[in-house]
């Protein structure tokens, strides 16, 4: 399967949706109007839809004011019916909600056990407005424990974010497969990420502490993140590359005197390859250099190896990335690339 560099954008926010379920008991609508009017005012802009308990029709909201002036209407229409919610559950799963579920009733819902071992179920707060269980309403967040970006074939190549909270992320190599894991306070989150990946592009994965993961798929864009620069080498630097790459002793510039190939620290005066990067890994190309300062890793061979900037490399065989070694000091990775990991 081909391999492909991608530019794309990734976009998510975590603010919970909720939507709201309603016995329309007559002899407790009054309590159950004002807890639900001072829910929509909590959670403004949050509460998107009503239900009410025997009905599916959805009645969507928008400001708190049209739960107010709506809501003895919606009463009428729907007073005395039976206590179902099933065909409702139903609804909200065709439609990928995956918000909270707060359920207003003062007696038995009738099919309410069917649901039990379901995942939607765990999204269920149920308040049973007979017992002012009203302590269950505090149980309404579902909090982000991870975010992440997988897929089929997918190298994470360079990646940034546009934030709201503080994040940091991981890059984990396990059994085949790339993830690049999203850590920090989860309030919304927007990003760039140049990456290797088949046609089918890869997906942002948000798990919550309740409920199924959720899915974003990530969409294609212009490039939006520079590649690194080919720099050109200074000559005498260029001597002392040609003589690793061969293997050879070397004049040094700093002391005067000979040094292995493999000896980059003079013992009287530091780095040798003055201005290069140290422990990251370096691309020498004919009589340029790139560093992998900025990016995690960089495509090689087709698309079909990366070499990471801990000079880990890794190819595309049997379908998945294998990891095959760490570079040397002076290797070549490809077709008149060579690679340098100068470690300190």
């Known amino acids: 399967m081909r391999k492909i560099v991608s530019d794309l954008y990734f976009e998510a926010n975590f603010s919970l949706p909720i939507t709201i379920i309603i ?20 959670f403004h802009g949050r509460v998107k839809n009503i239900y009410f308990l025997g009905n599916t029709k959805e009645y969507k909201i928008y400001t708190y004011q049209d739960f107010d002036s709506n809501a003895p209407g919606w009463f009428n229409e729907n007073k005395n019916r ?21 359920v ?25 407005v007979n017992k002012n269980s009203l302590a269950n309403i505090e149980k309404i967040e579902n909090p982000v424990e991870k975010i ?51 046609e089918e592009l890869p997906k942002l994965f948000v798990k919550r502490l309740k409920g199924s993961i959720e899915e974003i798929i990530l969409k294609k864009e212009n490039p939006w993140l520079e590649n690194p620069e080919w720099i050109s080498i200074p000559e005498n630097l260029m001597e002392i590359i040609n003589s690793g790459i061969m293997k ?6 700093i002391c005067g005197k000979k040094h292995q190939y493999n000896i980059l620290l003079c013992p009287e005066g530091g780095n040798v390859l003055r201005g290069f990067p140290l422990n990251t890994t370096i691309l020498i190309k004919k009589n340029e250099y790139l560093s992998l ?15 990471a900037k801990d000079g880990s490399i890794y190819d595309w065989e049997e379908a998945k990335w294998k990891f095959k070694r760490k570079i040397d ?10 690679a340098i990991y100068h470690r300190i």
């Open 23 to 42: 016995e329309a008991a007559e002899e407790q609508w009054g309590k159950i109007f004002d807890i639900c009017s001072g829910l929509i005012r909590k």
């Open 82 to 102: 039976v206590s179902l919610i099933g065909r409702i559950l139903d609804n909200i799963l065709i439609e990928r909600n995956n918000g909270m579920i707060v």
């Open 104 to 128: 207003f009733y003062s007696k038995e819902i009738i099919d309410i056990k069917d649901w039990e071992n379901s995942e939607i179920f765990e999204r269920l707060i149920l308040v049973n």
């Open 148 to 198: 992440y970006i997988k897929g089929l074939g997918f190298a994470p190549l360079s990646y940034n974010y546009n934030k709201v909270g503080n994040y940091e992320s991981d890059v984990n190599y396990n059994n085949g497969e790339f993830i690049l894991t999203i850590n920090g306070n989860k309030e919304s989150l927007s990003g760039h990420l140049k990456c290797i990946c088949n």
């Open 248 to 253: 050879k002793d070397y004049l040094c510039p």
């Open 293 to 307: 300062t900025s990016w995690y890793s960089f495509p090689l061979n087709c698309n079909e190896r990366i070499i």
């Open 329 to 338: 000091l002076y290797e070549e990775v490809d077709n008149g690339i060579w």
